[in-house]
């Protein structure tokens, strides 16, 4: 079956999956964020980046960061618990922007061109957060909605281009499903007491809800739903996001 069919056949167990986002303190110690930090350029195979991004994305085999890195491996056995599949999409990236609404999955692209596509069902994803100015801090909100399909960025209102994106752009939302696999129908807009997006226009948040907001902290890790959408936001009390940070997003799934 190809990963678009197994998402239907397998939609109950997909969403029987679903949890809470959260954040894992101190998962990593400082070694091991340099050393992640540092296989972004030893395993770089060329960067992908657009004039008007501000953000840089180092292409690197996740599958070849796991084997160099095999106490990866051993931390995310004892955070997720349950097996996963040994592959792996995802990507670091070095920016200094916040970023819209999102899901990272696969690419339409990356459906076809990884063989392994067509075994595997989404999971969970996480971001390890590597480095970032000193001084600065950085959140990330975790909606209550989760898109079940391929790599999006919801922008109704048309901000983004296609042309400068892997991502599908979509301009109607699809539906989207809460933690109970229940599709939500809120007209609301998300409503976080303290934290603000700037960057993303208001047409373009509704019918999302912030489930939680966490903080990008080197050596821990957030880990939530892989279908879960997800943006940076900042403080109503300190919304200077002068920064520059880097990290790395990865994807997991189970095999069926
Ligand atoms: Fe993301």
């Known amino acids: 079956m190809t990963y678009n069919e197994n998402l239907k056949t397998h939609h109950s167990k997909i969403t029987n999956n679903f949890s809470l986002a959260k954040n894992v303190k101190n998962a990593f110690t400082q070694d091991q964020v340099s050393e992640l930090f540092q296989q972004q350029f ?15 994305q180092t292409s690197v085999d996740i599958d070849t960061l796991f084997s160099n890195c095999p106490w990866l491996d051993d931390i995310f056995g004892d955070i997720l618990v349950d097996d996963y599949s040994k592959y792996h999409s995802g990507n670091f990236y070095i920016t200094t922007q916040l970023h819209d ?16 596509a067509k075994n595997i069902i989404p999971w969970k994803s996480c971001v390890i ?3 970032i100015t000193d001084g600065a801090d950085a959140h990330t909100a ?18 983004s281009s296609q042309d400068n994106s892997n991502y599908d752009i979509v301009r109607e939302y699809p539906p989207l499903y809460n933690i109970d696999g229940v599709v939500m129908l809120t007209e609301e807009w998300p409503d976080k007491d303290g934290f603000l997006f700037p960057q993303i226009p208001r047409g373009n948040l509704q019918g999302l809800s912030v489930e939680s907001v966490l903080e990008f902290n080197p050596g821990d890790v957030m880990i939530f739903d892989a279908c879960q959408i997800h943006a940076s936001c900042v403080k109503r009390s300190k919304p200077n996001y002068k920064w520059l940070k880097s990290g790395i997003n990865i994807q997991f799934y189970k095999e069926v």
């Open 129 to 131: 957060p590597l480095i």
């Open 42 to 56: 030893i395993l770089a195979e060329g960067a992908k980046w657009t004039p008007t991004s501000r953000n840089i």
């Open 142 to 159: 975790f909606f209550n909605e989760r898109h079940i399909g391929t790599s999006v960025t919801f922008d109704r209102v048309e901000i």
């Open 101 to 116: 609404a999102h899901v990272d999955l696969l690419t339409h692209e990356e459906t076809e061109r990884f063989h392994w």
